[in-house]
């Protein structure tokens, strides 16, 4: 990644202003209320579920604090993703993604058809996950993805397996929390995830980039599944279209705390009444930057489309019904290398 490439180069309006605007404003949501069982307070599990509405209406975004993964075991994987990037290019090269099997190392992601500065690893939380072949509609066939597992840093699968393990149990209780603030069933998506998931956690680390007013490491896109749960380091980088006025919004890190952002799949379900917000990530010309989603995703075989109770005759559903895998396969397709056209976008499943 040293020379010059304009295969980085962003176009002249989505280049980053070098000192970008902090935000205050992305809310900060202490979860306490449902994750210390010693207090049960019906109130305050209310009061949390306001905040969770006015956060996913304001901002799509919100970071959680008090959110009962265990420290340790999000140092024991942020620490391994330093061990395993360390190593030499041939090393991880070793444990590579390639078009068909699409977890492992890469460092050829492209977002919106220009490469992203940085190096990523895709672990999937099911494994064996089952997708279907192609993207193609009229393709029933399905197959399954596994994961790889590099023989450096030592126990690399357990640490990952671990981690995932709270990280989802997090992500069920936010599911929760924004059903309940749609006025849903608590469980109400549950049944989308229970048999099966393509949920899936990325190592991201951001080399430092020469030529951070030019490049990104990741371009502005939507996250297209249902929530994504984000550790971010120190560094800071990560920035967030706000929705009051359209500027790009440097998320402030906070030391433990995990970012969430409301994904494609919640802006269909809630028929626009949430929506998933665009985001990007700035490098910078010193430090590295290390970060870790985990893509919160249903089963692949399920239709997606604007629930029931959250349409009638005045609001009438706004998107066609589409099937998750489709979506999610074609994507992964779309990233691996450049395209001469768009990828999948929700919007091309709008009723207009
Ligand atoms: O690294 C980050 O802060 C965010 C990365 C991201 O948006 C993504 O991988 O979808
Ligand atoms: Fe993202």
């Avoid at 391994?80 to 070793?94: G, I, V």
């Avoid at 985001?279 to 604007?306: G, L, T």
Wanted: with cysteine; glycine share 4%; aromatic share 10%.
């Amino acid at each position: 990644m040293g020379e010059v490439d304009t295969a980085f180069i962003q176009e002249p309006e989505h280049r980053p202003k070098l000192s970008p605007n902090q935000a205050e404003g992305i809310p900060i949501i202490d979860l306490s209320p449902i994750t210390n069982h010693a207090v049960s307070d019906p109130s305050a599990i209310e009061n949390l579920v306001k905040e969770i509405e006015s956060a996913c209406k304001e901002w799509g975004f919100f970071q959680v604090t008090n959110h009962g993964v265990p420290l340790t075991l999000r140092q024991n994987i942020e620490k391994a993703s330093r061990l395993f990037f360390e190593q030499t290019q041939e090393e991880k090269k070793k444990v590579s993604r390639d078009e068909k099997s699409t977890t492992g190392y890469y460092d050829t992601e492209h977002t919106k058809n220009v490469r992203d500065w940085k190096e990523v690893f895709d672990f999937l939380a099911k494994d064996p996950t089952f997708i279907p072949v192609t993207s193609d509609e009229h393709d029933d066939r399905v197959t399954h993805w596994t994961n790889v597992s590099p023989e450096y840093p030592p126990n690399f699968r357990d640490i990952m397996e671990e981690y995932i393990q709270e990280v989802e149990k997090l992500s069920f209780k936010l599911l929760e929390l924004i059903a309940l603030s749609l006025g849903l069933e608590a469980k109400r998506f549950e049944e989308f995830f229970m048999k099966d998931q393509t949920s899936f956690i990325r190592l991201n680390h951001y080399p430092p980039c020469p030529y951070p007013h030019l490049a990104l490491g990741v371009g502005r896109h939507k996250d297209g599944g249902a929530l994504t749960v984000l550790a971010q380091d120190e560094v800071g980088g990560l920035e967030v279209k706000r929705k009051a006025d359209q500027e790009w919004i440097r998320v402030k890190p906070t030391p433990d705390a995990y970012i969430i952002n409301v994904g494609d799949l919640i802006q269909v379900w809630s028929n626009d009444a949430y929506e998933s917000v665009e985001h990007r990530v700035m490098v910078n010309s010193e430090k590295e930057r290390f970060s870790i989603p985990f893509f919160f995703n249903p089963a692949h075989d399920i239709e997606v489309k604007p629930l029931e109770e959250l349409t009638n005759e005045h609001n009438p559903s706004k998107y066609r019904p589409y099937k998750w895998g489709k979506f999610l396969v074609h994507r992964k397709g779309s990233n691996f290398k450049k395209q001469n056209v768009e990828n999948i976008q929700i919007y091309h499943y709008k009723i207009t």
